[in-house]
């Protein structure tokens, strides 16, 4: 059973940094086809801040653009997110996510870490 771990979080002052991993494991993964970061606060709902794709391709929310960064390694099955000039409005819960293609099925399928808490405050 594929398992998406997050780590990094915390908190920090406005204008700080941070950077959130990501690290699938179990099954026998085959490959990764889309790597994304989500947050959550209470009340609202999930939305994407940061997409990776096997081509190179990144996305990013408008609110994050220029100031995260995410980064994949494939060969570590590994997901960060570098973010800086952290904001109040950063405060969230961040998810990974990705679609995973494993073996004997050769299907894919979607996971979700648990979560880690990002509170951004002075």
């Known amino acids: 059973q594929v398992q998406l771990v997050e780590s990094g979080g915390g908190a920090v002052q406005p204008g700080g940094s941070l950077t959130l991993s990501c690290e699938a494991s179990g099954g026998s993964i085959l490959g990764i086809n889309f790597w994304g970061w989500y947050r959550q606060v209470p009340g609202k709902q999930r939305e994407s801040v940061a997409s990776?794709?096997?081509?190179?391709?990144?996305d990013y929310s408008g609110s994050v653009q220029g100031r995260f960064v995410v980064s994949r390694d494939d060969a570590k099955k590994r997901l960060s997110l570098r973010m800086t000039n952290l904001e109040p409005e950063d405060t969230a819960v961040y998810y990974c996510?990705?679609?995973?293609?494993?073996?004997?099925?050769?299907?894919?399928?979607?996971?979700w870490g648990q979560g880690t808490q990002v509170t951004v405050s002075s």
């Open positions: 990776s794709y096997p081509s190179g391709r990144t």
């Open positions: 996510n990705a679609v995973i293609a494993t073996r004997p099925s050769l299907t894919t399928s979607n996971y």
